[in-house]
């Protein structure tokens, strides 16, 4: 699908926060600048997440409860070994009775468990600045 503003790409976040059920896992990929926190926004309001939702750079995971179901937001971006996760319960989370959304998903991809979403996001500055390209797929198997 496409999205043409940060509008459209929190509709389309919200639609599956909407849709969201306990232990399902988001991978967001994207470069840079793509706006998987802006889908991470929409996604927390389907949830029904009242709190702001911001990107977790820094701390790795952020937790919100507020919604029907927890949220748990990873940013693994500046971690260097996928084995940091385990300080932080990923397995925990992951096993958990929440929804999981992972940006940088890439970085920690043998930790995954077979079944994860993905939603991949990606943008052509040449053609819009605003447009975006939001491809959602299941994968099985790693």
């Given amino acids: 699908m496409e999205s043409h503003s940060r509008e459209e790409t929190l509709a389309i976040g ?3 926060g909407e849709a969201a059920q306990a232990g399902e896992i988001y991978a967001l990929a994207g470069d840079l600048g793509t706006g998987k926190t802006v889908f991470s926004k929409g996604f927390a309001e389907g949830l029904g997440v009242t ?3 911001s990107s977790p750079t820094f701390t790795i ?3 919100y409860e507020d ?3 927890p949220l748990y937001h990873f940013d693994v971006y500046r971690i260097e070994e996928p084995e940091e996760m385990e300080e932080v319960g990923l ?3 992951l096993e958990g009775d929440g929804v999981c959304l992972i940006e940088w998903p890439e970085r920690i991809a043998e930790m995954l468990p077979a079944q994860v979403r993905t939603v991949r996001i990606e943008k052509d500055p040449e053609r819009d600045p605003s447009w975006r390209r939001i491809t959602i ?3 099985e198997g790693n």
């Fill in 14 to 16: 919200r639609k599956l």
């Fill in 51 to 53: 709190e702001t939702v």
């Fill in 61 to 63: 995971l952020q937790i």
């Fill in 67 to 69: 919604g029907r179901l």
């Fill in 91 to 93: 397995d925990e989370y």
């Fill in 137 to 139: 797929s299941d994968t």
